[in-house]
């Protein structure tokens, strides 16, 4: 996932009004533009006290701005309209950049208590500016003329861009419409906030408890290990708690010998939300999306879906509906082959053992598909571990590769403040030595944190502004005990290469305007540019560069690595299989007329019936995500969660193309930096794809890359 700006996020110098000036207080650090390096934030000056009073007086700060662009007496130019609102708000973004990653990454009582409390303020806020008619009118007059501005094909978009979003935030509504509108936003905003609290306290309260250690048999001393830490923790001394992630799956799983633990986890896990407790979310998400509903149709669209994907790359509702209904069948075929070996497997274990066998269930699957895993390639996960150290994968894989790619450097900084021990700072440098960004890295899982793994940029490139990018990872790897290596599953490894394609996007930004900057393109493209980057991740050369034994410093041997690339597609109907049920409910529950969206109570069963409508309704493979605890559809990617794999495909054709064209040069990352990653929003996203690989694009690739369809280079072989 990649945290995408909400709105303009003018990071400006925009001197502020005296007025506005005699009410900064000195000691609150967010008032005042950072001194740091690129702007970095002083994260040992920001006490969470500070953020409320940025916030009023961003607020208030940028109203004023608003209304003087809005009332100024000379007609509407680029310059006093669209740049003038370029550079508005920042005190207002600056605070909320800082508020919005660190709630994310490290939220406390008090934060959650400033989200609750701003959320429907930030609401009416973005309202009151949106709707406001003497604003959009200047705008209007610019969008009508944009021809004879004299503008370049950049300056252009933008005023084109801007109609868009004024229009689509309800510009154009009556006064009475707009009233409407003012109070679905701020019940949305309530709502949303109500729904991702629930989906962190969930999380944390579903944590298994587990009695004895034998019936953790299988799990590693390590990880045993920080179940007895978990449980002291809790109050719970001499008892285990397994924790769980945010995903259906549970890491654990494969390794769990005791069938009714595997049970009682999995359990606990797709219960999450619709319990009937205090988190439960099936009533908040019912009224959220009849809230979206009703907002659609004030807009003049049939449902949500229709409202968000006509400003997608995908453009309409059937292009989607097409896409998922094809791959779903030969999804779901694929799963049902794995499932097959999954249950000889358990055949022949159960007769070995003289012990009647039993059905394939959901909790059984990552267990005995990490056997038939076993078995087929003769390796596991334990294996390979050793050989990814998670700061070696970061700095001679992940680092190694942009470097081979793009001539970019990575130097390690430890002068600047961190909002958590458990980060790690990177000055990121040109090839010609001058400073291209500054890079954070938070790695760990914590119970302050939300769920799954993404970038933010807690300031973004922009010619206008003078800025160059501060960007972030996060993911969600389980920390070891103290003096213990972190050593990564090949899931994590990707994830961080993925992860890091995310923040090339962001740092080689080279865009005049900041509401281009980096990766604020659609969301259905935003995830084009860090899956390809997660191919570094198995070529060659790298893995050579970074797989090596943590203790022994030996390379990994040539047959495990052999094995790695040939199970590179094995699970595949599984993966697709989960992933599209949850694409397949975001559609289905966005695309649902308001008088037809579910109760709270309706949900589960509404659930059901989509997932079985759509053919996806097959046990064994539940939904990656539950709709109670699918916070992608919470946030920003509501009736866009098919972006994934509809980035895939870009992905996989521009991964084709690479390999065609030479595969690991300069050359082509400096194709792929120039015509793609360095433009942000200010070409058409189709355009950029298009630039690239020179022609449009097919989904052949994509069958391929994930066992869909057979693949011709193995059948020359
Ligand atoms: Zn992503």
Do not use: C
Not at 7 to 16: C, D, L, N, P
Not at 194 to 212: I, P
Not at 691 to 704: K, S, V, Y
């Amino acid at each position: 996932m990649s945290a995408l700006p909400v709105f303009a996020q003018s990071t400006g110098t925009a001197t502020a009004t005296p007025a506005a000036s005699a009410q900064r207080p000195a000691d609150n650090p967010l008032f005042v533009e950072s001194t740091l390096d690129l702007r970095y934030p002083h994260f040992d000056q920001i006490q969470d006290a500070h953020f409320g009073p940025a916030f009023d007086a961003g607020m208030a700060e940028n109203l004023r701005e608003i209304e003087a662009i809005a009332d100024n007496p000379e007609a509407p130019t680029f310059e006093n309209t669209i740049i003038a609102l370029e550079k508005s708000g920042e005190l207002l973004s600056r605070a909320r950049v800082i508020f919005g990653s660190l709630n994310g990454t490290d939220t406390n009582d008090a934060r959650k208590k400033i989200d609750a409390d701003y959320a429907p303020k930030f609401a009416a806020h973005r309202d009151a500016v949106m709707l406001n008619p003497k604003l959009f009118a200047r705008v209007d007059t610019l969008f009508k003329s944009v021809d004879s501005l004299g503008l370049d094909a950049e300056g252009k978009r933008l005023v084109e861009r801007y109609h868009t979003m004024f229009v689509r935030a309800g510009a154009n509504l009556t006064e009475a419409e707009k009233e409407e509108m003012r109070r679905i936003n701020a019940e949305s905003a309530k709502l949303g906030t109500t729904f991702s609290q629930n989906v962190l306290n969930e999380v944390n309260d579903s944590a298994v408890v587990v009695d004895t250690v034998e019936e953790l048999d299988g799990m590693s001393e390590a990880q045993i290990a920080a179940a007895a830490e978990e449980a002291k923790t809790r109050g719970l001394e001499g008892k285990y708690v397994i924790t769980l992630l945010n995903t259906t799956g549970q890491p654990p799983l494969p390794q769990i010998n005791n069938r009714e633990l595997r049970e009682r986890v999995h359990k606990a896990s797709v219960a999450r939300g619709s319990r009937g407790n205090q988190y439960d979310n099936t009533e908040v998400i019912s009224q959220i999306l009849k809230l979206r509903a009703e907002r659609a149709n004030l807009m003049g669209y049939p449902n949500q879906a229709a409202f968000i994907l006509e400003d997608s790359t995908a453009g309409t509702v059937e292009a989607v509906n097409d896409m998922l209904g094809q791959l779903a069948p030969a999804a779901v075929a694929n799963a049902k082959l794995e499932a097959a070996e999954l249950q000889a497997m358990i055949d022949r274990e159960q007769a070995a053992k003289g012990e009647p066998t039993f059905q394939l269930e959901p909790w059984d699957w990552a267990y005995y598909s990490e056997k038939v895993r076993q078995d087929k390639y003769s390796f596991d996960d334990a294996q390979l571990k050793p050989y990814f150290e998670m700061k070696n994968v970061l700095e001679n894989g992940v680092f190694f590769a942009a470097t081979q790619l793009y001539g970019i450097t990575m130097k390690e900084r430890t002068d600047l403040p961190k909002y958590h021990p458990d980060t790690w700072t990177y000055d990121v440098f040109n090839e010609d030595g001058s400073q291209l960004a500054i890079f954070i890295f938070d790695p760990y899982a914590r119970a302050s944190k939300r769920g799954g793994a993404w970038m933010n940029s807690y300031v973004s490139q922009s010619e206008l502004e003078g800025t160059l990018t501060v960007t972030a990872n996060h993911q969600n790897i389980p920390k070891p005990q103290a003096g213990q290596p972190t050593l990564l599953t090949w899931d994590e490894v990707t994830t961080m290469f993925h992860e890091f394609g995310h923040s090339l996007h962001g740092m080689f930004s080279d865009v005049k305007y900041p509401f281009f900057s980096g990766t604020s393109v659609p969301r259905d493209f935003v995830e084009f540019p860090s899956q390809v980057n997660e191919m570094w991740a198995d070529w060659p050369s790298i893995l050579a560069n970074y797989a090596k034994h943590y203790q022994t410093g030996a390379p990994m041997p040539a047959e495990l690595l052999a094995k790695v690339q040939a199970a590179a597609k094995f699970n595949q109907g599984f993966a697709t299989t989960e992933y599209l049920g949850s694409a397949m409910l975001d559609q289905y529950l966005h695309q649902l007329p308001a008088d037809q969206l579910p109760d709270g109570s309706e949900v589960m069963a509404t659930e059901a019936a989509a997932l079985k409508a759509a053919g996806l309704d097959y046990a064994p493979v539940p939904p990656r995500y539950r709709t109670p605890y699918f916070s992608h559809i919470n946030g920003g990617y509501a009736a866009g969660y098919y972006a994934y794999i509809w980035s895939e495909v870009l992905d996989a054709n521009t991964v084709q193309w690479i390999e065609q064209n030479g595969g690991l040069t300069r050359e082509n990352g400096d194709r792929f930096r120039s015509t793609l990653l360095s433009r942000g929003g200010s070409k058409d996203a189709k355009q950029l794809f298009l630039d690239f690989t020179g022609h449009e694009p097919q989904i052949e690739p994509l069958l391929i890359k994930r066992g869909l369809a057979p693949d011709p280079k193995a059948a020359a072989n």
